[in-house]
C-alpha cells in the first residue's frame, strides 16, 4: 500500500511545471503550465494554454487578484489580456488551511514579440499577500 501511495505521489509531481517561488505565503504551492513540464515553456503565439496553481491557503480570504507579467529588458510589464479576478477560475471565497485549484486559460496573442523572458504569476488575497507566487523562464514563438 505504501509503494502505491508514492506512485501515485511520484506520477502526480511529474506532471508538474518546475518554477521558481517569490514569495508565496500559502503552501504546497504547485504549477502546472500546459505542454511545459520543464522550463522554458515554449509558448506558441495564437495559441491559449491553461495555466493551473495549487496552494493551501494559509488565510480566509474573500477576493484572489490575479498579477501576471513578464520582464522585458528587465522592466516587469504586465500580461496584457489576462483577466484579474482570480475569482472568476476558482471559488471563493475560500477558507484558511483550504486547498485552492485556480486554473486559467491564457491567451498567446499573435502580436507578443518572439522573446525569451521571465513570466510571473501571483495570486493575491484580499490582504495584499501572494497566495502562491510562480516565476518561471519561458520562450514566445
Same mark, same amino acid.
Given at each position: ?21 517569490? $514569495? ?6 504547485? &504549477?502546472?503550465?500546459? %505542454? #511545459?513540464?520543464?522550463?522554458? @515553456?515554449?509558448?506558441?503565439? *495564437? ?17 484572489l487578484t490575479v498579477d501576471a507579467g513578464a520582464?522585458?529588458? $528587465? ?6 489580456? &489576462?483577466?484579474?479576478? %482570480? #475569482?472568476?477560475?476558482?471559488? @471563493?471565497?475560500?477558507?484558511? *488551511? ?44
Amino acid at each position: 500500500m505504501r509503494a502505491l501511495v508514492l506512485l501515485i505521489f511520484l506520477v502526480a509531481s511529474a506532471s508538474a511545471t518546475f518554477f521558481q517561488d517569490c $514569495g508565496s505565503v500559502g503552501s504546497n504551492v504547485e &504549477v502546472n503550465v500546459e %505542454g #511545459c513540464d520543464v522550463p522554458p @515553456c515554449i509558448l506558441e503565439r *495564437g495559441q491559449t494554454i491553461d495555466v493551473n496553481i495549487k496552494f493551501t491557503a494559509s488565510r480566509s480570504s474573500q477576493t484572489l487578484t490575479v498579477d501576471a507579467g513578464a520582464n522585458i529588458g $528587465g522592466i516587469q510589464v504586465p500580461w496584457p489580456g &489576462v483577466d484579474t479576478n %482570480g #475569482c472568476l477560475y476558482t471559488a @471563493c471565497p475560500f477558507a484558511a *488551511g483550504s486547498r485552492v485549484d485556480w486554473t486559467m486559460p491564457v491567451d498567446i496573442l499573435r502580436e507578443y514579440p518572439a522573446i525569451s523572458t521571465i513570466v510571473t504569476f501571483r495570486l493575491v488575497d484580499g490582504n495584499g499577500d501572494f497566495q502562491a507566487c510562480a516565476v518561471l523562464p519561458a520562450t514566445i514563438v
